[in-house]
């Protein structure tokens, strides 16, 4: 088993952090929360955490049985990720989400903290970090959702609509940096 590297490490948390979006997430908590009352924040964060794990390790064996490799589905996947960023730094919805009736694992684990942006990420980053600094990453992502879910209501006063809505924008941004680095390094342009 390889060591952990530090810098492997803290760039998967980075992009983890951004294309999760935790912070970016937290009008979207705060309306799940406000119709179905109390949010399970640790089952929500245990159910990510597994999420995440389970497909780092099953989803290229998923990707094998309907034939793609991970380069190509990096590739598939910077193109979400630019999407997404596009969405945060505009302002503007591309995807299309109804926000449930009832908050538990679904609404809140998947798909808005590890839905198809984080899955497509990971198949990604496999392509180009070792796995345990990536586990070490998920881990310190999921503990980073369990404190914001924990203390939603006071992060929201704290940043105000304003600090949200720069928060994301800057998000943003450095997902768009990641999607290029992703296309550009699975394509060799």
């Known amino acids: 088993m390889h060591p952990l590297i530090f810098r492997e ?17 937290i009008p979207v908590i705060i309306q799940v929360r406000q119709r179905v009352g109390h949010i399970e924040s640790e089952k929500a964060s245990i159910a990510v955490l597994v999420l995440m794990v389970v497909f780092l390790f099953v989803g290229d064996e998923l990707l094998a049985i309907i034939g793609l490799d991970i380069s190509s589905f990096a590739i598939a996947g910077s193109l979400v990720i630019f999407i997404i960023a596009m969405e945060m730094v ?14 538990s694992i679904v609404p809140i684990a998947f798909p808005l ?6 899955m497509t990420t990971l198949l990604s980053l496999k392509s180009q970090y ?26 929201e006063k704290l940043l105000g609509p304003v600090g949200l809505s720069i928060l994301r924008k800057s998000f943003g941004i450095i997902l768009l940096a990641i999607a290029i680095k992703l296309f550009r390094s699975n394509t060799h342009l």
Do not use: C, H, R
């Open 9 to 25: 490490v803290l760039s998967v948390t980075m992009i983890l952090f951004a294309i999760i979006d935790i912070l970016g997430a």
């Open 90 to 103: 505009l302002g503007v919805d591309f995807f299309k989400e109804e926000v449930p009736l009832s908050a």
């Open 113 to 118: 903290i590890a839905g198809a942006g984080t």
């Open 130 to 155: 070792q796995t345990q600094n990536i586990i070490v990453g998920i881990v310190l992502n999921t503990v980073v959702v369990y404190l914001v879910l924990k203390n939603v209501k006071w992060l």
